[in-house]
């Protein structure tokens, strides 16, 4: 769906049979990203991921990075980054299936204690 609206076709040819593809251009999106991720986009865009979920949108990352399709790639990447800037440490692990293996019980409370804004996300 992303490619119909970001790429015109036209068919040339004696009988028709071989189709040219011109990219539609786009607003880049900045990296890193000073304002919310919808100021950058277009209508289009913006319907395109309006009810992407976290799930939907890592796997929209693994689609684009396998189809090697650098446009998609890069709006689902800021979608993700979006959504994972207003997560803390522990949804973030929950989220990727990462286990907690970097402080011990011990260490993972005083860290809770120095940033608890941090945790409590």
Do not use: C
């Not at 999106?29 to 865009?45: A, G, H, Q, T, W």
């Not at 309006?50 to 446009?71: C, G, H, P, R």
């Amino acid at each position: 769906m992303h490619m119909k609206y970001r790429f015109r076709t036209s068919v040339f040819g004696a009988e028709g049979n071989y189709l040219r593809v011109f990219p539609i251009p786009v607003r880049d999106i900045p990296r890193p990203m000073v304002l919310p991720l919808m100021e950058y986009l277009d209508s289009k865009d913006r319907l395109f991921v309006s009810d992407w979920d976290e799930i939907t949108t890592v796997w929209m990352v693994k689609a684009a990075t396998f189809l090697n399709y650098e446009l998609l790639w890069q709006l689902a990447s800021a979608k993700l980054t979006s959504l994972l800037k207003e997560k803390g440490v522990d949804s973030i692990r929950t989220l990727f299936g990462v286990e907690n293996a970097d402080f011990s019980p011990m260490e993972e409370a005083e860290l809770r204690k120095e940033q608890p804004d941090e945790y409590a996300k």
